[in-house]
């Protein structure tokens, strides 16, 4: 999507002008990465208004494969604002319904491009736009699993955009195709009813999973497999700026460290530093760092490198 953030006043009803960016969790994730130096693909469908370009222009800047990417010249591009009253109250507006993203097919996937994944990210954002998007990211999620392509999972839940009852069902059915689960801590109270971690973490993993980190914000995260289990402290900050993104740049780090043979708990203690990072700057990915910024962040803030 584009997003709209108010300039002249924080509040969407007194603003007069607006900055223009763009944002959604899943190029978030996929910025992150590619900052850090990996081979990342998007897959999405955009209108052919100038919007659409201007995503499609920023996402292929960032050095992200968009080979993927449709185009539909009969709906428009997905926009939403970001009004920060201050940086505990943010509101989002969405103008998405009827989004060409929202109109992607099961046919839109090329499964010879997926099979060469060594992970398949997704959102619980997905099929919440429509039923096609939900049948999409389902058929996705199979198709890696049938190819060995390790699926990754943020429920990311966006109760704006559907019923509760709607969202538990379809999140509850994404958690079993999915290898690693990373959700926060209000997701898996919302899921499973549960805010104590390691039974929290046990319905996830009951549920077929192998990996379920739990992003606990300022305290960082929880990691649990079979085999494993404990808090992974999170890197302090002096003061929030902007928290949106947080959760996008902790699936980052994580899947960084993951493709560059990191252990578990170095990958999530690499995914608690952007995390922080991406707290520390205005927008929904600019905090994001590059390899060097990283290491100097972990370097200065905790002597530790990973
Ligand atoms: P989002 O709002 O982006 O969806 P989320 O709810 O998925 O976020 P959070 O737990 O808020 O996820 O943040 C993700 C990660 O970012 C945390 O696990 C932690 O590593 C880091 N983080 C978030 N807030 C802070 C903070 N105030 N100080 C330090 N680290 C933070």
């Known amino acids: ?42 897959i999405s469908k955009l209108g052919t208004d100038e919007f ?19 185009r539909d010249p009969d709906f428009p591009t997905g926009l939403y604002f970001k009004e920060i009253r201050n940086p505990e109250d943010i509101r989002v507006s969405y103008y998405r319904k009827g989004s060409a993203a929202s109109t992607i097919q099961t046919n839109d996937i090329n499964e010879d491009y997926l099979k060469n994944a060594k ?10 736009l429509s039923d096609f998007a939900y049948q999409t990211v389902i058929k996705m999620m199979e198709l890696a699993r049938k190819h060995k392509v390790k699926v990754v999972f943020d429920p990311n839940l966006r109760r704006k955009l559907w019923s509760e009852e709607k969202a538990r069902t379809i999140l509850t059915e994404m958690v079993a195709l999915s290898d690693i689960v990373l959700p926060g801590i209000e997701e898996a109270d919302f899921l499973f ?31 649990q497999t079979k085999n494993e289990s404990g808090y992974i402290e999170g890197f302090p900050v002096k003061q929030v700026v902007d928290p ?12 960084s460290g993951m493709l ?18 991406q707290t520390q700057v205005k927008g929904d990915y600019e905090g994001l760092p590059d390899n060097e910024e990283l290491h100097q962040f972990m370097f200065q803030q905790n002597n530790v490198d990973v």
Request: aromatic share 8%; glycine share 12%.
């Open 1 to 42: 999507m584009v997003v709209f953030t108010p300039v002249s006043s924080p509040m969407m009803r007194f603003a007069e002008t607006f900055a223009k960016n763009v944002g959604g969790a899943e190029t978030n994730v996929a910025i992150g990465l590619a900052r850090l130096g990996h081979n990342v693909g998007w």
């Open 52 to 70: 659409g370009t201007y995503i499609l222009n920023t996402v292929r800047g960032e050095g992200i494969d968009v080979s993927q990417v449709k």
């Open 119 to 128: 992970y398949l990210h997704v959102t619980g954002i997905t099929p919440a």
């Open 193 to 223: 009813q549960e805010t104590d971690m390691a039974p929290a973490a046990d319905q996830f993993l009951a549920r077929g999973c192998e990996t379920v980190i739990i992003k606990l914000g300022e305290k960082g995260a929880y990691l």
């Open 244 to 255: 949106v993104g947080a959760g996008d740049g902790f699936v980052a780090g994580f899947l």
């Open 260 to 277: 560059n043979d990191l252990s578990l708990t170095d990958a999530v203690r690499r995914a608690n530093a952007i995390g922080a990072m």
